[in-house]
C-alpha cells in the first residue's frame, strides 16, 4: 500500500517538474521562434529522459542517502520518511506555484528530507549530529553558486559572441538565424542538464526505498513522469514564459541557454541538487550585465533569495509533521 | 492564468514608449501647418478645432512618457544610464508641450497680418516640421537599435542623424529673429498688444525646434558613454 503511494507522490512531484521546470529551461527556444511546441516537447522530452537515465544517479544518491543517514533505520521507517517527504514537497510546491512563487523543487525536497531526518531524530532513532549537515551546507552554498556560475558563465558567453561575431556581422538577422539554428543544440544541452539533476527530486527518496544502489529503472520513471507533465501541462507554462521573454533574441538565448546547461550540468557531476529556474535566471542576468537586453529586472533576485528561505523550513516542516503523523498509524 | 513558477527576468523594454512618443509629436506638429493657415484666414472655430486635436494628442504623449517612466524603476538594469535616460524623457516632453503651447497662444485672439508676414510664418512652420520629423527619425532609428541589437558602432553611426536638427534649429533661429523684426513695423495695423501676441506665438514656435535639438543633444549623450 506504502509502495503504492510513494509510486504516485514520485510520479506527482515528477509530473509537476517537467510542468513546471522543464518548461521554464524551453521557454526561450520557443520565445525566439525557433522550434514549433511539438518539436520542443519531442527534443526535450529524448533529451531530459537521457539526462535522467544516463546522469541522475549522483544527485539521486545524494537527495536519497546524502541527508539522512539510513544505517540503523528500519525499512518501515524509511519508507514512511521517504512518502512523508514527497508528499511534503509535492505539497509545497503546489502550494508554491498556485501562490506563483518561484520555489524550486531542489530546495523543496532536500528540506523535506531534513523534515524527515528531524523526525528520526525526535523518535531517537538517530542523533541530531548524525544528520549530514555538511553535505547540507554544500547543497546550500551550491544554491547561492548556481545561479551566480550561470551569470558569470552567460557574461563571458555573450561578451565572446559580442566581440567576435556580432561586432562583425554584416547581417544582423541573418546571424541571429544562424544562433536560433544553434539553439536546438543548447536545448536539448538544458534539458539533459535538466534531467540529470531534477530527476532526483522525484525519485531521490524512492530509490532511498528500494535500496542501496540508484537503479536506471527509477531513473527512467521519474524522467517519464517528467516528461509526462511536459507534454500535458508544460506546453502553456512555455508558451506563458515564450511570449514573455521576446526580447530574448537567440544570440542572447544561447548564451543564457549554454551556461544555464553547463553550470546544471556542473552540479550534477558533483550530485548537487540546484534549481535549474534559479540558474537561467542568473543567466539571463548576466546577459544583461553584458549589455544585451533592453531592460532586466533584478527584483527577482529579492523573490528568489526569499523562496530559499521560505522553502527549507516550511517543507521540513510539512515534512516532519507528515512523518510522525505517519509512524502513529 | 496561474501555473507558472518562472519569475519575469525581463522587464519590459523602456525604448519602445520613446519611440511612439516621437511619433505622436510628429503629428502634433503636423498639425500646426493647418493651425496657422486657419490662423491667417481668421477661421476662429478651426483655430480652436484643431487646438483640441494637439491637446489631445499632447495628453496621449504625455501617457506614453508616464509609461517609459514607470518602465525604468530603480531595480532595472539597462543598457544606457538612468540619468540620461530621465533627462531624454523629460526633454522629449517638452516639444510636445511647447506644440500645445503655440496652439494655445493662436486660441486667444486672432490678428489680420499681411501676407508676407503669414507666409514667413508658414516657413517657419514647415522647418519646424522637417525638425520634428529628423527628431523622430534619430528617436526612431536609436531606439530601435537600443531595444534590440546594443550594437555600439552602429548605434554610434546613428548619431549622425542628430546633427542636421541641430542645423534646422539654427536656420529656424534666424528665420524667427527677420520675423520678429518686421512684426515692430506692423504696430500701426495691428497694435502695440498685436504685435507683442504674434511675437510670443513667433518666439514659441521657435521654441519646438529648440526643444527638438536638445532632445537629439540629450540622445547623443545617453547612447555616447
Known amino acids: 500500500m506504502i509502495q503504492w503511494l510513494l509510486l504516485i507522490a514520485a510520479l506527482y512531484m515528477a509530473w509537476n517538474i517537467g510542468a513546471n521546470d522543464l518548461a521554464n529551461s524551453m521557454g526561450d527556444v520557443v520565445g525566439c521562434h525557433v522550434l514549433n511546441m511539438r518539436q520542443v516537447i519531442v527534443l526535450a522530452g529524448i533529451s531530459n529522459l537521457a539526462g535522467a537515465v544516463l546522469f541522475g544517479s549522483r544527485v539521486t544518491t545524494t537527495v536519497g542517502g546524502g541527508i539522512v543517514p539510513l544505517q540503523g533505520l528500519s525499512p518501515h521507517m524509511i519508507a514512511m520518511g521517504a512518502t512523508a517527504a514527497m508528499l511534503a514537497a509535492g505539497c509545497w510546491i503546489t502550494i508554491a506555484t498556485y501562490l506563483h512563487m518561484p520555489v524550486s523543487t531542489s530546495h523543496s525536497i532536500v528540506g523535506a528530507m531534513l523534515g524527515f531526518g528531524l523526525g528520526t531524530v525526535i523518535h531517537h532513532q538517530i542523533s541530531i549530529q548524525s544528520i549530514h549537515w555538511v553535505v547540507l551546507l554544500k547543497i546550500m552554498a551550491s544554491w547561492l553558486l548556481s545561479p551566480l556560475g550561470g551569470m558569470v558563465l552567460a557574461w563571458c558567453i555573450f561578451m565572446i559572441i559580442k566581440r567576435t561575431v556580432i561586432a562583425r556581422a554584416k547581417d544582423i538577422p541573418r546571424l541571429e538565424r544562424i544562433f536560433g539554428k544553434l539553439m536546438v543544440g543548447t536545448s536539448c544541452y538544458i534539458a539533459f542538464a535538466h534531467g540529470s539533476n531534477d530527476v532526483a527530486n522525484a525519485v531521490g527518496p524512492l530509490s532511498m526505498v528500494i535500496g542501496s544502489r540508484v537503479s536506471p529503472i527509477v531513473l527512467a520513471i521519474g524522467g517519464v513522469g517528467i516528461v509526462f507533465g511536459l507534454a500535458t501541462w508544460g506546453y502553456k507554462v512555455i508558451d506563458t514564459i515564450g511570449r514573455r521573454i521576446t526580447e530574448l533574441t537567440p544570440t542572447r538565448g544561447f548564451s543564457a541557454d549554454l551556461a544555464t546547461a553547463t553550470t546544471v550540468l556542473s552540479c550534477s557531476a558533483f550530485g548537487l541538487p540546484v534549481s535549474t529556474t534559479h540558474t537561467i535566471v542568473g543567466a539571463i542576468i548576466g546577459v544583461g550585465l553584458a549589455g544585451g537586453l533592453p531592460a532586466v529586472n533584478l527584483n527577482i533576485i529579492k523573490q528568489i533569495v526569499c523562496s530559499w528561505l521560505i522553502t527549507v523550513p516550511v517543507a521540513a516542516a510539512l515534512s516532519l509533521g507528515l512523518y510522525l503523523g505517519l509512524m502513529m498509524i | ?225
Do not use: N, W
Not at chain 2, 14 to 36: D, G, M, Y
Not at chain 2, 82 to 97: H, K, N, Y
Not at chain 2, 138 to 148: D, E, N, S, Y
Open chain 2, 1 to 225: 492564468m496561474r501555473y507558472a513558477r518562472f519569475p519575469r527576468a525581463i522587464a519590459k523594454s523602456p525604448f519602445i514608449p520613446l519611440q511612439t512618443h516621437a511619433s505622436i509629436t510628429v503629428k502634433e506638429a503636423l498639425l500646426l501647418r493647418e493651425i496657422l493657415k486657419a490662423y491667417g484666414e481668421g477661421d476662429e472655430g478651426s483655430v480652436r478645432r484643431i487646438t483640441e486635436q494637439i491637446s489631445k494628442l499632447e495628453y496621449e504623449a504625455d501617457k506614453v512618457k508616464q509609461e517609459a517612466r514607470e518602465r525604468i524603476p530603480s531595480s532595472i538594469i539597462l543598457p544606457v544610464d538612468r540619468g540620461d535616460l530621465q533627462e531624454f524623457l523629460r526633454t522629449q516632453d517638452v516639444i510636445a508641450d511647447k506644440i500645445q503651447d503655440v496652439a494655445r497662444l493662436m486660441c486667444f485672439r486672432l490678428y489680420d497680418l499681411p501676407k508676407d508676414v503669414r507666409e514667413q510664418m508658414l516657413t517657419i512652420v514647415d522647418r519646424t516640421i522637417d525638425v520634428v520629423e529628423e527628431y523622430k527619425k534619430a528617436v526612431t532609428k536609436i531606439g530601435g537599435l537600443l531595444a534590440t541589437s546594443f550594437r555600439r558602432k552602429e548605434v554610434k553611426e546613428a548619431i549622425g542623424l542628430i546633427p542636421p536638427i541641430e542645423r534646422t534649429e539654427h536656420e529656424i533661429d534666424i528665420l524667427e529673429g527677420q520675423l520678429s523684426k518686421r512684426l515692430f513695423q506692423l504696430e500701426a495695423r495691428i497694435g502695440p498688444l498685436g504685435v507683442y501676441h504674434v511675437l510670443r506665438i513667433v518666439k514659441c514656435l521657435a521654441e519646438v525646434s529648440d526643444a527638438a535639438s536638445r532632445a537629439g543633444d540629450r540622445l547623443r549623450t545617453m547612447v555616447s558613454k
